[in-house]
């Protein structure tokens, strides 16, 4: 072990659908190999903010969002399964370690109303020295402590958008308005000046008819065509001649709720039947929560199974839970 760290480089700052379906066991979880979230949760300081980032480094960050757990700042993945994960062939491993590192690199602006940080995804990277990496080998990747507040235990002011989604789309301008609708789904619409769209998306035309035809409009055809946003549409806000803002409206097609606590402040196993009371089972964040809290998740989790079996006999499969959770475990949602 000893002979084995000590190839290790650390470099450190000072703290001022098809593939995300993991397969799922009882088994003790290898620490190198992270379960993969159906949605990211991060503050919305961080949807209104310019990611700099490439289409790699966007991808890395939004694989390690989608496996924080709890209040936790350290993680170890082995390089192999990280290639496997974001669908990169084994012979480019030097370019995930070049994104690793650009994460670490790279600031994020946030604008508070009176003031303005920048704060980094990564604090701490320890991995094998660049002349003698192999790509079978390690990283351990720190989360900063100034990134903290805007990922871990979030009670509101946060957007959760999907996963898969997001990882499917190959545009950066793609991806940035994904996350915007996604802060905005449950009204469908949206308003920017001119110049705060540029500023979200890293751009500086002189024209913002060229930025329309050059980047919106693809992305919104991709988005469209690879997430579960459909109808999206622009229009011109003016005042007088002149055009003053932009709406966007859309449609997302499967609402999702609010969640009020933040999934990493939960245990995976919670977690996961978290979600499963709200996507599949139709309980509001109050009724799922309160199951999460109370019951024992293999009891619930045995339930849902025979509930499945019965659901295309059932018309309204969030009262039909409720009342059997209520008749089975005693439980009341007062």
């Not at 600031?107 to 003031?115: D, F, G, P, V």
């Not at 996963?163 to 789904?185: D, E, H, I, N, P």
């Not at 500086?204 to 329309?212: G, I, M, P, Q, R």
């Amino acid at each position: 072990m000893e002979a084995q760290n000590s190839r290790y480089k650390e470099v450190s700052r000072n703290e001022n659908r098809e593939l995300l379906e993991t397969l799922i066991t009882e088994e003790k979880r290898d620490e190198t190999k992270h379960e993969i979230r159906k949605n990211i949760y991060q503050s919305n300081y961080i949807t209104q903010s310019y990611l700099p980032f490439t289409k790699q480094e966007s991808n890395l960050m939004a694989i390690i969002l989608s496996t924080l757990e709890k209040d936790e700042r350290n993680y170890v993945w082995n390089i192999k399964n990280l290639l496997k994960v974001m669908k990169i062939e084994g012979k480019h491993y030097t370019s995930l370690i070049d994104s690793i590192n650009g994460l670490f690199d790279k600031a994020i602006t946030i604008k508070h109303e009176r003031e303005t940080e920048k704060i980094r995804l990564l604090s701490r990277i320890k991995y094998v020295d660049d002349d003698n990496i192999r790509w079978n080998d390690n990283v351990e990747l720190t989360i900063s402590n100034e990134i903290a507040p805007h990922l871990f235990n979030l009670k509101k002011l946060f957007t959760v958008y999907e996963t898969a989604s997001y990882l499917r789309l190959g545009a950066l301008v793609s991806k940035k308005l994904y996350t915007v609708f996604a802060q905005y789904k449950t009204i469908g619409k949206i308003t920017m000046e001119p110049n705060e769209i540029q500023r979200l998306l890293g751009t500086n035309y002189k024209s913002f008819a060229v930025l329309l035809s050059k980047n919106i409009k693809p992305a919104i055809e991709e988005i469209e065509d690879l997430t579960n946003v459909n109808n999206i549409k622009i229009f011109p806000v003016k005042n007088g001649r002149k055009i003053v803002a932009y709406k966007f409206e859309f449609d997302w097609q499967k609402k999702q709720m609010e969640i009020p606590l933040l999934p990493p402040s939960l245990n995976s196993d919670e977690l996961r039947l978290y979600e499963r009371l709200i996507t599949d089972f139709w309980l509001t964040n109050f009724q799922a929560k309160k199951v999460v809290e109370t019951l024992v998740i293999k009891d619930v989790n045995r339930t849902l199974f025979q509930i499945t079996n019965d659901k295309t006999t059932i018309r309204n499969v969030g009262a039909y839970t409720v009342n059997i959770l209520k008749k089975k475990f005693g439980l009341t949602f007062d």
